[in-house]
């Protein structure tokens, strides 16, 4: 299982950020995908989960209401979009892949999954 994430960079503050998380080497639809974000001298921490089968989706508490996580099984890829980006969003972020047929994992406990992309820097500019 491979994932390699892509849409990280320099962005202004305010905007909308999208970042992409490609599956390949097993079907996307085996597995429950997460994103989370490690920022500079900080844990990793969990930001959204999208569950395969019913869709249901998960998001960080401290950043409800502006993220949407959404698969488009069309290009293998799942999608997370933060929205009135701040500067504290600046981290590196990565996607994870969590087996769908294994037990209970959560969103919040990177321990839960098994498979990482190599990670995108976001850096969001005042």
């Known amino acids: 299982l491979r994932l390699v994430e892509s849409g990280g960079g320099l962005v202004q503050a305010g905007g909308t950020l999208t970042l992409s998380c490609e599956v390949s080497g097993w079907p996307l639809d085996l597995y429950n995908i997460g994103w989370f974000r490690q920022a500079p001298g900080k844990d990793r921490e969990g930001v959204a989960c999208e569950r395969n089968g019913d869709g249901r989706t998960y998001y960080a508490d401290s950043m409800k209401g502006r993220l949407a996580i959404a698969r488009d099984r069309s290009k293998s890829t799942v999608r997370l979009w933060i929205t009135t980006i701040r500067p504290d969003d600046t981290a590196v972020y990565y996607c994870?892949?969590?087996?769908?047929?294994?037990?209970?994992?959560?969103?919040?406990?990177?321990?839960?999954?098994?498979?990482w992309g190599q990670g995108t820097q976001v850096t969001v500019s005042s």
């Open positions: 994870a892949a969590v087996d769908r047929r294994g037990p209970a994992w959560d969103c919040a406990a990177t321990t839960d999954f098994i498979s």
